[in-house]
RNA sequence: GGCGCGUUGGAGAAACGGUUAACUCACCAGCCUUUCACGCUGGCAUUCAUGGGUUCGAAUCCCAUACGCGUCACCA
């Protein structure tokens, strides 16, 4: 068989030869030890977590090593494809602060080594594909899918190992002769490789997160290019990592089984192949299993829904890398003050096993981060947030921002600061009562505290009210109103003895509270007294005794 | 069914043949306290999926078994 014909016969358009390929994307010009990394979403219209926890890998790995990190988009599969999904990746890494160096952009892309949309990438593929007729390494397949059901069938009743190889391989020795009437008649093709593998040897691969890894040879003649001249996500990542310069290949452990393929592509074509990096994957709980986090079954774990929900994107980054990286914990308790790019990523200390997702440990996160960030920074994030989710409380914040800053940063001051906000979201609903546009009463009276005695409390606190006061000397003015009133000034008093008393200066306090703040719980009733100004604290007490 | 990957407390995990099996979150108790938080103190695996080995000694090495996950497309 002469390979050169058939490759003519098969691509007469394509002039181009590897060669020229090498030449149009050279090697990058970078640091010894540089990495080069990538994701490569598909556009289906949903943006993952798992898609940012690999983002997070990538970006790491790059980034720390003065490499280049860069947004391919895998879009060979048209019929997955959603429109307005670049977009939506987009907007989504951008939220997250997840930045590329080069890739594919809203309306076209930046970077020497795209394009960075692997639709664009026909030719490219096509050349290489060329060759490898050429190097009688790919030949034409006109099996239909029909055939290669059947084909399965019988391997199953045979209990043999599916697939289209060896004996199976029907196409694989079709002559010239044969292949051109074929392309007379017209039917369609896929080309697939011709491995010279075989399942009884193995071959060694160096894994980034697992080490050295011993795998079977792959031996299947898998489909390179669909009948419409794209390329399998197969041929694809070989041929765009190979002239990207992809030094690094972060991806989910659902590719270790089909790495056989990669490997001996990469190895045909004599290229050298990148450093796998095989992320175990986030789990979830489902019921009583334990199961990866799946874009079909879990809607909730969609970054649209951080996003909505307010969730600090340095957050969710320092809950990933404790994922990741487990001494990273140690690491933020010792330097509190470092930004975590300071953090030195390991893929070597990844684990191998999936790690159940953890909401509650990301809050306890996103408290932290909150509670240490200052104040202007916080109205900032949160402006942003409300401007697109809360337009009504972007207002209030806007109305008076001195004043929206005075509550953000109540309670912070000391040694024990508070930690009252996790996401933006919540951080709304916290501080509504400060508006009076948002004030409401939330919680009961106090138990011991009935209407009548309720505004016995209020008039008494009313007259004593000065704001000149400092908080001890206006938390004495409430203990003698508990005096006056019968009212133990310890809650533990009140408790030995309780038919001495008619309550606690619990009870007191707390009514007080609630008419302030709508609620049993709140921060210092002093510190927002004076947050709100006299004006406002008078009316609402007032408004209380109206009840 | 074949192949691959995994298995330390409720969750994330450390430990790389020799300690009372770190640390963080959650949970529980106590303290602090005008509430809630915060903070502090203590509790929470006699045991590292199970069964065999190797060794003076194993969560750590070896072999089986079980369970879980992944994958076997002209999807990625």
Same mark, same amino acid.
């Given at each position: 068989?002469?390979?050169?014909?058939?490759?003519?016969?098969?691509?007469? =358009?394509?002039?181009?030869?590897?060669?020229?390929?090498?030449?149009?994307?050279?090697?990058?010009?970078?640091?010894?030890?540089?990495?080069?990394? @990538?994701?490569?979403?598909?556009?289906?219209?949903?943006?993952?977590?798992?898609? +940012?926890?690999?983002?997070?890998?990538?970006?790491?790995? /790059?980034?720390?090593?003065?490499?280049?990190?860069?947004? @391919?988009?895998?879009?060979?599969?048209?019929?997955?494809?959603?429109?307005?999904?670049?977009?939506?990746?987009?907007?989504?890494?951008?939220?997250?602060?997840?930045?590329?160096?080069?890739?594919?952009?809203?309306?076209?892309?930046?970077?020497?080594?795209?394009?960075?949309?692997?639709?664009?990438?026909?030719?490219?593929?096509?050349?290489?594909?060329?060759? +490898?007729?050429?190097?009688?390494?790919? *030949?034409?397949?006109?099996?239909?899918?029909?055939?290669?059901?059947?084909?399965?069938?019988?391997?199953?009743?045979?209990?043999?190992?599916?697939?289209?190889?060896?004996? $199976?391989?029907?196409?694989?020795?079709?002559?010239?002769?044969?292949?051109?009437?074929? +392309?007379?008649?017209?039917?369609?093709?896929?080309?697939?490789?011709?491995?010279?593998?075989?399942?009884?040897?193995?071959?060694?691969? *160096?894994?980034?997160?697992?080490?050295?890894?011993?795998?079977?040879?792959?031996?299947?003649?898998?489909?390179?290019?669909?009948?419409?001249?794209?390329?399998?996500?197969?041929?694809?990542?070989?041929?765009?990592?190979?002239?990207?310069?992809?030094?690094?290949?972060?991806?989910?452990?659902?590719?270790?089984?089909?790495?056989?393929?990669?490997?001996?592509?990469?190895?045909?074509?004599?290229?050298?192949?990148?450093?796998?990096?095989?992320?175990?994957?986030?789990?979830? !709980?489902?019921?009583?299993?334990?199961?990866?986090?799946?874009?079909?079954? =879990?809607?909730?774990?969609?970054? /649209?829904?951080?996003?909505?929900?307010?969730?600090?994107?340095?957050?969710?980054?320092?809950?990933?890398?404790?994922?990741?990286?487990?001494?990273?914990?140690?690491?933020?308790?010792?330097?509190?003050? &470092?930004?975590?790019?300071?953090?030195?990523?390991?893929?070597?200390?990844?684990?191998?096993?999936?790690?159940?997702?953890?909401? &509650?440990?990301?809050?306890?996160?996103?408290?932290?981060?909150?509670?240490?960030?200052?104040?202007?920074?916080? *109205?900032?994030?949160? &402006?942003?947030?409300?401007?697109?989710?809360? @337009?009504?409380?972007?207002?209030?914040?806007?109305?008076?921002?001195? *004043?929206?800053?005075?509550?953000?940063?109540?309670?912070?001051?000391?040694?024990?600061?508070?930690?009252?906000?996790?996401?933006?979201?919540?951080?709304?609903?916290?501080?509504?009562?400060?508006?009076?546009?948002?004030?409401?009463?939330?919680?009961?009276?106090?138990?011991?505290?009935?209407?009548?005695? @309720?505004?016995?409390?209020?008039?008494?606190? &009313?007259?004593?009210?000065?704001?000149?006061?400092?908080?001890?000397?206006?938390?004495?003015?409430?203990?003698?109103?508990?005096?006056?009133?019968? $009212?133990?000034?310890?809650?533990?008093?009140?408790?030995?003895?309780?038919?001495?008393?008619?309550?606690?200066?619990? =009870?007191?306090?707390?009514?007080?509270?609630?008419?302030?703040?709508?609620?049993?719980?709140?921060?210092?009733?002093?510190?927002?007294?004076? /947050?709100?100004?006299?004006?406002?604290?008078?009316?609402?007490?007032?408004?209380? !005794?109206?009840?």
């Amino acid at each position: 068989m002469d390979y050169n014909k058939l490759a003519q016969l098969l691509y007469p =358009d394509i002039n181009k030869t590897p060669a020229d390929l090498e030449k149009m994307f050279p090697p990058r010009d970078l640091p010894a030890n540089a990495k080069v990394t @990538r994701i490569g979403p598909s556009p289906t219209g949903f943006v993952h977590l798992g898609n +940012l926890y690999n983002a997070v890998i990538g970006e790491r790995l /790059a980034h720390q090593s003065n490499g280049v990190f860069f947004l @391919r988009i895998e879009d060979t599969d048209a019929k997955r494809e959603v429109p307005g999904a670049v977009e939506t990746i987009l907007s989504a890494m951008h939220y997250f602060g997840v930045h590329f160096d080069e890739g594919a952009t809203a309306g076209g892309e930046f970077g020497a080594y795209g394009p960075y949309r692997q639709r664009q990438r026909k030719e490219i593929y096509q050349t290489i594909a060329k060759f +490898l007729v050429q190097s009688g390494c790919a *030949y034409p397949c006109f099996c239909t899918e029909d055939e290669v059901a059947a084909l399965r069938e019988r391997q199953i009743a045979q209990k043999l190992n599916f697939g289209y190889y060896g004996e $199976f391989a029907t196409c694989r020795n079709l002559s010239y002769e044969q292949i051109e009437a074929n +392309l007379a008649a017209g039917k369609p093709f896929v080309l697939r490789f011709r491995s010279k593998g075989c399942a009884e040897n193995s071959v060694k691969v *160096y894994d980034g997160i697992r080490g050295e890894l011993e795998i079977q040879e792959n031996y299947q003649d898998f489909v390179l290019l669909k009948s419409d001249g794209i390329p399998t996500y197969h041929f694809a990542h070989v041929v765009d990592d190979h002239f990207m310069r992809t030094t690094h290949v972060v991806r989910g452990e659902e590719w270790l089984a089909t790495l056989p393929m990669h490997v001996e592509v990469f190895d045909t074509l004599g290229w050298t192949r990148p450093v796998y990096c095989h992320t175990a994957q986030l789990m979830k !709980m489902d019921g009583e299993v334990k199961r990866k986090l799946s874009k079909r079954k =879990d809607p909730e774990l969609a970054l /649209a829904y951080y996003h909505s929900d307010g969730y600090l994107p340095q957050a969710v980054w320092e809950y990933l890398l404790t994922v990741l990286n487990s001494n990273y914990e140690q690491w933020r308790l010792d330097n509190p003050q &470092l930004p975590l790019t300071e953090f030195p990523f390991r893929t070597e200390k990844m684990s191998t096993s999936g790690a159940l997702f953890d909401l &509650l440990k990301l809050d306890d996160i996103s408290k932290e981060v909150l509670c240490a960030m200052p104040a202007a920074q916080v *109205y900032d994030g949160l &402006l942003a947030w409300c401007e697109e989710f809360d @337009r009504e409380f972007a207002a209030l914040l806007k109305r008076d921002r001195d *004043y929206a800053e005075k509550i953000l940063a109540l309670g912070k001051q000391g040694a024990r600061p508070r930690k009252d906000l996790i996401t933006w979201r919540q951080a709304v609903q916290f501080l509504s009562f400060y508006y009076d546009e948002r004030f409401k009463q939330e919680d009961a009276w106090p138990e011991h505290v009935d209407a009548s005695l @309720r505004k016995e409390i209020f008039s008494r606190y &009313l007259v004593g009210l000065d704001f000149t006061d400092d908080n001890a000397q206006w938390f004495a003015k409430v203990r003698a109103i508990c005096e006056a009133l019968n $009212f133990a000034l310890q809650p533990k008093k009140y408790k030995k003895n309780p038919e001495l008393y008619r309550g606690s200066i619990v =009870d007191v306090s707390n009514a007080i509270r609630v008419a302030i703040t709508g609620r049993l719980n709140s921060p210092d009733l002093w510190e927002i007294s004076q /947050a709100l100004g006299e004006e406002r604290t008078r009316q609402r007490i007032r408004n209380a !005794m109206e009840d």
